[in-house]
C-alpha cells in the first residue's frame, strides 16, 4: 500500500527497489510463459523462443538499472547516499511545518521540493522535478532565484509577485548557508492590500458624498443664525430638512461601511450550511410592513422544502432586503411586488430562472456566476420583479457602480445613497454567485440571483 506524499506532488510506495524489481520480475516471466507455450504447441521454434527470451532479459535488466536515476525520492533505492536520502527528508519534512507555501529549487532551476500550500499555488498537479520556469510566470522571482542560486549578492532577497489582477504575493528567495537548494516562501500580501484599498475607497467616497448633505446643512444653521434669526416660523421647515440631510449622511455611512467589511472579506469564502428558503421568507416578511405603508402587495412564491446553501445569513439577508426595498420604493401604490425562488440542476438554469422572465424584455447580466468549469453545479436562485417605470436600456451596464442611480429613468424622485447594488454586488461575488437585472420601460423591472446550493 502506498503513501501519498503531497511535499513531492507524488505517490512514495514503502518497497522501493523491490516493489519495481518485483514488478519486472512477474512482467518477464509471463512473457517468457508465453513463449515458451508457444514453443511447446510447435507454434514457435524453440531456437528462436529462447533467443526471444534472452534478448527480453537484457533489455528488461538495462532498462532497469538506466531508469533507476529517473524515479522520484521516495523510490529512491538502499544503495543511493543514506546522508544525501536523509537531507532531502529532512527538508520535505521543514517544509511540511511552514505555515506559508514553500518550496525549494535545486542548482538545476528545478523544483525538488514543496509543501502542499506550494502544490496548489504553482499547481505542479503531480509533475516530477519540473523547472522552475515551467511553472513560475514571474520574471522578477525566476530572476531573483538565479541570482541566490548563483550566490550574487545578498544571500535573502524579497520580490513582489503579481499572480491576478486582484492578486499579489511576497516571494521571499534565500540561500541558507551550506545548503545546496534555493528556498522560496510565499507571502499572500492581497488581503492587506484589500483593506488599504477599501480605507482608501472609503475615506474617498465618504468625502465626496457626504460634503452635499454637510454643506447643506451648514447652510440652513448659517441661515437660521443670520437672516432667518428671527424667522420662528420658518425654523421648522428648516429643521425638516435638516433632519433629512442628516438621516441621509447616517445612510450612506452605514452603506460604506457595509461595502468595506464585504471587500475586506470578500476573497474568504461562506463555510455556514443555510436554508435559502428560510432567509427568503425571513427578509420577506421583515419588509411586509413597509409594503403596507405604501399601499404595495407583496406576494412570495416558490416551493415551501428547504434549500441548502453555503452562505452567510447576514449577507444574503441583505442582498433580498436590498433588492425588495428597492422593487418596493419604485412600485407605485396599488401595485405589486413578487418574489419567486427555488432549485436548478445547473448553474445555467438557474441564471435563466432569474434572468429571463418576460419575453421582450431587456436584460443584462450584471454578475456571471463563478461557478466551477465544466460541473453542472446545483443552484438556487431568486428574482424579484416590481411594476415600475423600468430602466432605460442605456443604464443598465452601470447598474451595480458606486453611487450610480438610474432614477432619472425611473421617476428622479427617489432617494437613495447608490450603494445598494453595490453592495449585492459584491455579496454575490463573495459566495460565487450572479447578478441580472432584467427591464420593460413602462411596465417594471426584474432583479435576479443565483448561487451553488450546498452539497449533500
Known amino acids: 500500500m502506498s503513501k501519498s ?5 507524488q505517490h ?22 508465453v513463449l ?11 531456437v528462436v523462443a529462447f533467443a526471444a527470451m534472452a534478448v527480453l532479459a537484457s533489455v528488461a535488466f538495462a532498462y532497469f538499472v538506466g531508469s533507476a536515476a529517473f524515479l522520484p525520492v521516495g523510490s529512491i533505492s538502499r544503495a543511493a547516499p543514506a546522508p544525501d536520502i536523509a537531507r532531502r527528508l529532512d527538508s520535505v519534512q521543514l517544509l511540511r511545518a511552514l505555515p506559508l507555501p514553500a518550496f525549494e529549487v535545486d542548482g538545476d532551476r528545478r523544483i525538488v521540493a514543496f509543501n502542499e500550500s506550494a502544490d496548489l499555488i504553482l499547481r505542479l498537479d503531480g509533475r516530477i522535478n519540473p523547472r522552475a520556469s515551467t511553472v513560475i510566470r514571474s520574471p522578477t522571482l525566476l530572476s531573483a532565484i538565479d541570482r541566490i542560486g548563483r550566490g550574487d549578492g545578498d544571500e535573502s532577497v524579497s520580490v513582489e509577485v503579481e499572480s491576478g489582477p486582484d492578486e499579489t504575493w511576497r516571494a521571499h528567495v534565500s540561500r541558507p548557508t551550506g545548503a545546496a537548494q534555493t528556498l522560496v516562501v510565499l507571502e499572500d500580501l492581497t488581503p492587506v492590500q484589500r483593506a488599504a484599498r477599501a480605507r482608501s475607497d472609503f475615506l474617498a467616497n465618504a468625502s465626496h458624498e457626504l460634503r452635499t448633505p454637510l454643506t447643506a446643512l451648514s447652510g440652513f444653521i448659517e441661515t437660521m443664525r443670520g437672516p432667518a434669526k428671527d424667522d420662528t416660523a420658518s425654523w421648522p421647515r428648516f429643521l425638516d430638512i435638516m433632519a433629512g440631510e442628516s438621516e441621509r449622511m447616517s445612510r450612506l455611512i452605514a452603506d460604506l461601511l457595509s461595502l468595506s467589511r464585504i471587500e475586506f472579506s470578500e476573497h474568504i469564502s461562506p463555510s455556514e450550511r443555510e436554508d435559502f428558503t428560510r432567509i427568503v421568507h425571513d427578509a420577506t416578511e421583515a419588509l411586509q410592513p413597509i409594503a403596507a405603508e405604501r399601499s404595495v402587495t407583496l406576494e412570495l412564491v ?3 422544502g428547504a434549500l441548502p446553501v453555503i452562505a452567510h445569513r447576514d449577507e444574503i439577508v441583505q442582498v433580498v432586503e436590498n433588492l425588495l426595498t428597492n422593487a418596493l420604493k419604485y412600485t407605485a401604490p396599488g401595485g405589486k411586488v413578487t418574489v419567486f425562488y427555488g432549485n436548478t440542476s445547473t448553474m445555467v438554469e438557474a441564471r435563466t430562472k432569474a434572468g429571463h422572465g418576460w419575453r421582450e424584455g431587456e436584460r443584462m447580466t450584471l454578475l456571471p456566476a463563478a461557478g466551477r468549469p465544466g460541473k453542472p453545479d446545483a443552484s438556487v436562485w431568486l428574482r424579484i420583479e416590481d411594476q415600475g417605470p423600468g430602466i432605460e436600456r442605456e443604464h443598465l451596464p452601470r447598474l451595480g457602480e458606486r453611487f450610480y442611480r438610474a432614477d432619472q429613468s425611473r421617476g428622479g424622485k427617489i432617494t437613495g445613497t447608490g450603494l445598494g447594488l453595490a453592495i449585492v454586488k459584491h455579496i454575490m461575488a463573495h459566495h460565487r454567485g450572479g447578478l441580472a437585472v432584467e427591464t420593460r420601460l413602462g411596465k417594471g423591472s426584474a432583479f435576479g440571483i443565483w448561487l451553488p446550493a450546498a452539497r449533500n
Open 302 to 304: 416558490g416551493q415551501d
Open 36 to 46: 515458451f507455450l508457444l514453443a511447446a504447441t510447435g507454434e514457435l521454434d524453440f
Open 12 to 33: 512514495r510506495p514503502r518497497g522501493g527497489i523491490s516493489r519495481r524489481a518485483r514488478d519486472f520480475f512477474i512482467l518477464g516471466f509471463c512473457f517468457c510463459g
Open 5 to 9: 506524499d503531497p511535499a513531492l506532488g
